[in-house]
């Protein structure tokens, strides 16, 4: 009996890590809510590959979008989201659905300029992610907009803390 709970435990355990490293498509926020990824392709895909179900084209440098009704996509550990013809970076998804739309980097120039918008949850429409967009979509938290208001004009909210490598808002919750 011991030895059918390891296996069983070990089993569970190698599925969670397989799932979380491989490749696909989430077609839904639900999908995506429950880690469910259709249409697997490779870690490494090739130059020109296209899904069985012509979905997305994968490049090594791109995402081709072929069909506009998917919620998003995972390519090497990074769960990425199709909202308006764009794909954002999924950042976070614990309190408060944080992304980021890589930006460029200009010529000679070591800064990369990326934009941060949040969603209320995984089905929601992103907004850019400033006070003023927060302050009114979380208008009925009177104690997060009073933390919101008390934080320092200097800072962005935007900003990872060093203490949980967590972005500055999710510790406003």
Known sequence: MWKLICIVFFLFC?????????NGIYMTY??????????????QPSSSQLNTESWIEITLDSIEKKNKNIWGVRINRT???LFKGEFYRVDCSDKIMIYTLPGFVPYD??????SRYFSLD??????E???RNLKKLYKNNQEFIDKLNALDKS?????RSKKCNCFLVTQLF
Do not use: C, G, H, M
């Open 129 to 131: 992610l400033t006070k």
């Open 109 to 114: 120039s070591p800064v990369v300029y990326d």
């Open 79 to 81: 769960d990425w989201r």
């Open 30 to 43: 639900t999908d995506f809510k429950n880690s469910k990824l259709t249409n697997i392709f490779p870690e």
């Open 14 to 22: 190698f599925e969670a890590k397989s799932q979380s490293e491989v």
């Open 155 to 159: 800072i962005s909210i935007s900003q």
């Open 122 to 127: 995984e089905s929601a429409p992103l907004l």
